[in-house]
Structures are given as structure tokens and as C-alpha cells.
């Protein structure tokens, strides 16, 4: 039984993963990420966002909800507006946009809870 348990959690993939976190600890993650963009590349990170390319489906967050909006806001619209696996490509795609590699690793370690 416990060889077929682990064969079970190992054909789980990192969507699966992300999207089975509860959502204050994906928020919680974010957060953290984001605040270690400081306050020009956060801003910019926000004016990426709300021009992001986004799969269809999906809606773009428009500039006027983020402008002013913290770090915990920005992550929830994020996850309000992508849920949560795809809130995690998203943000991980804007991240890699403006160069900020070490954000987007800390978000990566997210798929591996």
C-alpha cells in the first residue's frame, strides 16, 4: 500500500500541488515574493500585470484596481482573478518580465510543498 501511495503522489503535478494549497498559504507566498520587489520594480511589476497577455478565459486586472494596492491586495486580486495555479503562472511570467529572478524563486518553491 505504500509503494502505491507514493507512486500516486508522484504522478501529482505542480498545478496539482498549487492548486491544492489553501489559499493563505499560496497569499502568504506571494506576498512574500512580492515584497521583495521593493517599490519601483513592485511598481512596475503592477503595470506589467495589468497588461499582462492573458490565456482566454481569463480577464485582464485593470491598472485602476492596482494602483495603490499592497502587496496582500495584489495577491488577491491575483488569485481572485486566475485562481490559483494560473495566478501563480502569471505572476511568475510578470516576475521573469522585469528581472526579478530571485522573487520568482522564492514563488517556485511554492509547487514543491
Do not use: C
Not at 8 to 18: C, K, P
Not at 102 to 107: I, K, P
Amino acid at each position: 500500500m505504500g509503494i502505491h501511495k507514493t507512486k500516486m503522489l508522484s504522478n501529482r503535478t505542480a498545478d496539482d500541488v498549487v492548486n491544492n494549497l489553501p489559499r493563505p498559504v499560496l497569499k502568504e507566498t506571494m506576498v512574500k515574493s512580492l515584497e521583495m520587489l521593493g517599490g519601483g520594480k513592485f511598481k512596475e511589476f503592477k503595470e506589467r500585470l495589468s497588461g499582462w497577455d492573458v490565456s482566454a478565459g481569463y480577464q485582464r486586472i485593470p491598472m485602476g484596481s492596482l494602483q495603490g494596492a499592497n502587496a496582500g491586495q495584489v495577491a488577491d486580486l491575483i488569485i481572485d482573478y486566475y485562481k490559483q495555479s494560473y495566478g501563480v503562472k502569471v505572476t511568475l511570467g510578470v516576475l521573469g518580465a522585469i528581472g526579478a529572478g530571485a522573487a520568482a524563486n522564492n514563488l517556485e518553491k511554492i509547487k514543491e510543498l
